[in-house]
């Protein structure tokens, strides 16, 4: 349960029409309302919303595929590439934002003296620290030998290996039925070797001119992904990037879009937990000087630049170099890199408590979370009652 931070006005009953608001208006006023910034309503309806939008997304997801592997199997293909029909089932959350959201990165002064900020279980002499196993344990982390250095974790990946078995020329008849030519040609033509067309990369149709500003159009769907759409949500619409940007592209949308992946509404909410943290941000920065830790900002994320920090220590380079120097006498060796790098983080979690960044941080990301989810509630009530509909007619679609 997230903290009650502000002072609540009158509590809303929960929405019952997608469209519906309430007001504070005892006499019903007959213009509804938005509810004010900061004003907290009880996290439970917010958090039944939320959950509710995860389980219809992924029963949505899953009533597509069946609709194109019934597509695939009248065109004949009983084996399918499982890549493209794996949901994972969506898992319950039981709050709105944790802390991994907002401060994991900040230790506590225990953790600290203990493990330091866990930098070096990730270098490749850590591999085999001794206490790896240890703080694997205490951090919830899988050990594995995979990756660099000695944490990583297991993926289920479902079995392809029927698809795989078959011929490469076979798998592109596949791919061809599945999300049409265009497609095809630009993601997997290379199955073809010599025969393969040449990649477009501009969608394969020459009704669509979007002129050369842009660095990649998708390629229009087709085949059974296609028929899908098409039986579930009309014409697709090709969503392009603003001008503008460094990278600019032009991408099919079909499904409605659930507000919660409306960017500038996230963005916004970013901006106010940034804003009203600033000055908290900087006492850290005065802390950490303080202690003789010289020349570190946060980053455009929020965070400092502790991961690229350390991994120049232990690995001796870094592809960004966004980070403070290391000081002329920094160590050498893995033991005293490990060193240096606890007592980094023995004074990094004395400053979190010397500032009040751990509870200040945690306070404005609740406050921002709560608006955010204030702010699209009544949007997200309109596109679950879209998503149903869209539910209904696959049902129509599958019994047909």
Request: charged share 30%.
């Amino acid at each position: 349960m997230q903290p009650k931070l502000r002072t609540a006005g009158a509590l809303c009953a929960a929405l019952a029409l997608a469209a519906a608001a309430c007001t504070e208006d005892p006499g019903g006023g007959s213009e509804a309302e938005g509810p004010a910034a900061g004003e907290v309503f009880e996290e439970d309806r917010l958090l039944t919303m939320v959950n509710e939008s995860n389980r219809l997304l992924a029963e949505l997801e899953n009533t597509e595929q069946r609709i194109v592997l019934a597509c695939l199997d009248r065109e004949g293909f009983d084996v399918h590439d499982q890549f493209w029909f794996d949901t994972a089932e969506p898992v319950e959350e039981d709050a709105l934002y944790n802390e991994g959201d907002w401060g994991n990165w900040l230790p506590t002064s225990e953790e600290a003296a203990m493990y330091g900020l866990g930098m070096w279980a990730w270098s490749t002499e850590g591999a085999s620290d001794p206490e790896l196993e240890a703080y694997s344990d205490y951090a919830g982390l899988a050990l594995g030998e995979d990756d660099m250095g000695g944490l990583g974790g297991d993926v289920d990946l479902p079995d392809n290996s029927a698809f795989e078995a078959l011929a490469p020329e076979d798998q592109y008849a596949w791919y061809v039925a599945f999300y049409g030519e265009a497609t095809a040609i630009d993601e997997v033509g290379y199955l073809l070797g010599e025969d393969a067309p040449e990649p477009t990369n501009t969608g394969g149709d020459e009704e669509i001119d979007l002129g050369g500003d842009f660095d990649y159009v998708q390629p229009e769907p087709g085949g059974c992904q296609r028929e899908m759409i098409d039986a579930l949500y009309g014409d697709p619409q090709l969503v392009e990037d603003p001008e503008g940007q460094e990278y600019r592209s032009a991408n099919w949308s079909w499904r409605p879009v659930n507000p919660i992946d409306d960017f500038a509404a996230t963005d916004a909410a970013n901006l106010a937990y940034e804003e009203a943290l600033a000055p908290v941000k900087d006492e850290l920065l005065n802390c950490l000087e303080g202690k003789g830790r010289l020349d570190w900002e946060f980053d455009e994320e929020g965070y400092l630049p502790l991961s690229d920090y350390f991994t120049e220590l232990y690995e001796g380079s870094v592809d960004v170099h966004d980070h403070p120097d290391l000081p002329g006498d920094a160590p050498t060796g893995y033991e005293g890199k490990k060193e240096y790098e606890i007592a980094f983080a023995v004074d990094l979690a004395a400053c979190g408590d010397e500032t009040g960044y751990r509870e200040a941080a945690e306070e404005e990301w609740a406050v921002s979370r709560n608006d955010l989810y204030l702010s699209i509630e009544v949007a997200t009530y309109v596109w679950q009652d879209e998503v149903r509909a869209a539910l209904e007619k696959a049902q129509e679609v599958l019994e047909a």
